[in-house]
């Protein structure tokens, strides 16, 4: 039994993030997690997963979000200053991860 429910908690992590998630990211009203996600739970999981590996899940993503993330400071309203944001829609540039080198076209 402890077997199936460590592959259940691995699947429901794996597909906790749809592989859209970075182009529907604040744009889609149902969020990252609906759509495709919601779509892929209700697939594998039609009785849905208890909560100590809902917990589990929710805990292994926050670490990993913060793992990749700098961490910046706030102001007093919870704003982080501008050169600490990144708009990708106004100046796109695609850096190679490992040399920091641009990406040409």
């Not at 908690?9 to 889609?28: N, Q, S, Y």
């Not at 779509?39 to 999981?45: A, D, K, V």
């Not at 102001?75 to 040399?99: C, G, M």
Request: hydrophobic share 35%.
């Amino acid at each position: 039994m402890a077997d199936q429910k460590l592959w259940q908690a691995k699947l429901a992590a794996r597909v906790h993030d749809p592989a859209e998630k970075a182009l529907v990211l604040m744009r889609d009203p149902a969020g990252h997690e609906g759509g495709t996600t919601r779509e892929l739970f209700n697939t594998f999981f039609p009785q849905g997963i208890d909560s100590q590996t809902k917990q589990w899940i929710k805990t292994a993503d926050h670490w990993a979000s913060a793992a990749d993330r700098p961490q910046f400071p706030q102001d007093a309203n919870n704003r982080y200053a501008n050169w600490a944001q990144v708009r990708f829609e106004q100046s796109p540039e695609i850096k190679h991860p490992l040399t920091g080198g641009k990406c040409q076209r």
